[in-house]
Structures are given as structure tokens and as C-alpha cells.
């Protein structure tokens, strides 16, 4: 216990990083939540989140009073918001990457995400895209993976983008999920991690701490912080679940209390 302050338990697992980490990140998800959701969600747990993704293209719905809000709330909590990568694809289907990128910094965001799981984009597109938007201002995130099962890629073939795409500059290297979790990425049709699928990308990946997973569902955020440790990157987390994963990080769930190197169940 501690001798002085108000936290008067130890966390099982240990103290997490503080903002700004470096690792450790939590990825939310933001299907339209309003000004006042966020505004109770950050209260709540925003030590907790360092990344609120606003979901498919749903930018464009936003009044732009609203999104400059919840921007300058996000900052507060030292959390980067950003539009996910299908604005981008959509942006450049139509050609308008430039001005997406220039519209996007007039609007206040301070990170991208570069993807290609619906449009296909060359190794040479891609990396253009990266290198514009550093040079525009923004970090990068990028993500690996096709929507569609039925476009699923070898790990290895998409690890090898991933490499290319931190070479050219992306600060961490998202790998697709979607919602669901299910049949897509590392997960099988139930949700479960498909550990040869896991191994392949860690074989190539050198620094798992450059991956930021998407793992909605319970049981992978579970079985990914009892494989990686507390610290490492998880994403597409729903908002309300954001309390629920800094308890399994941290030990303060039965889920991952028996991690602690000190657990018994005999109490002292």
C-alpha cells in the first residue's frame, strides 16, 4: 500500500504510462457521439484515451462549430482526434486528396489515417500520400488490411507495407478489424485470434510496439494484453468499453488480475 496520496491499493498490473505515450495506446471508436457525450466520456476516463477515431466518413455529417468542439475538448485531454482512413480512400477516389489535407488542418485536426481497404492504392500512391501529409503538418497513422474477407491479404504481404509505410514516415501502423472483430485480420469467424496469423506479422514486424490492434471485442483485448503485456496498442475500442479496458490493463478485472506476478488467492 501506499504510505501517502490518495491511491491507497497498488494496481496489480502495475502504473500505466503517462500522456504522452508512446505505447499503450487506446484507439475509440466515434460512430456520432454528441458534445456532451464526449464531454461525460473524457471526464470520466480521458487519462485513459490517446486516440478518438471519428468512424468511416462520418466528418462530412459534422457541423463544423460541433467538430471544431470536440476537437478543442479533445486537446484538452491531450487526445488526437482524427477522420477515419474511408475519408481518405473517398478522397482520393474523387481526386480531392490535397484539398482533404488542407480542409483538415483548417478544421484543427493534427493526424491522418492513410488506408486502402476499400480502393486500391499502389505502393507508390501510398507512400506520396504519407510523405504529403507529414509534410502537411499531420502525424500518420496507417492501416493495414481489406474490408472484405473475400480481399484478405497474406500477413506477410501486408507486413511488408506496414515496414514501408514506418520508413516513409507513419508514426504506427493500425491492423484492420472493423467493428465486428469477426473473420477479418487476426480473428477467425468467432472473434478468436488466429495465432499463425498472429505469429506471421510478428515475425516480420521487429517493434510490436509500432502496431496498434484493432480489437473490439472483450475476449481480444483479454488475450492481447496477456500476450503483449498492459502496454500494449489496442483500437476501435467502443466508447463505452474505454473505463472497462484501463480496468484490464491495469489487473482491476478477474479477466486479468492473474497476471499479477504477486497473485495468490490467499490473501495475505
Known sequence: MHSKGEQWLDFPLGKRSPKPREKGLTMVIDKGLGLRELHDLLEVAGNYLDYLKLGFGTFLLYNE?????????CRKYQIQIYPGGTLTEIALLQG??????EKAAQIGFRTIEISDGTISLSTEKRQYCIKRAIQAGFTVLTELG??????AISPQILWSQGQKDLANGAWKVIIEARESGKG?????ENG???EAKLEDYLKKCGDPTK??????????????????GSEVNLGNIQPQELFALEALR?????????LATNFSNTPH
Do not use: C, H, M
Not at 65 to 73: E, N, R, V
Open 250 to 258: 491495469t489487473g482491476l478485472r478477474a479477466d486479468t488480475l492473474r
Open 146 to 151: 481489406k474490408k472484405s474477407p473475400e480481399e
Open 65 to 73: 462549430k460541433l467538430i471544431k468542439a470536440k476537437i478543442k475538448l
Open 184 to 188: 477479418i485480420g487476426i480473428y477467425n
Open 96 to 101: 480531392s486528396y490535397e484539398v482533404y489535407l
Open 192 to 194: 478468436e485470434i488466429e
Open 211 to 228: 502496431i496498434i490492434w484493432e480489437a473490439p471485442l472483450k475476449n481480444q483485448q483479454v488475450d492481447l494484453i496477456k500476450r503483449f
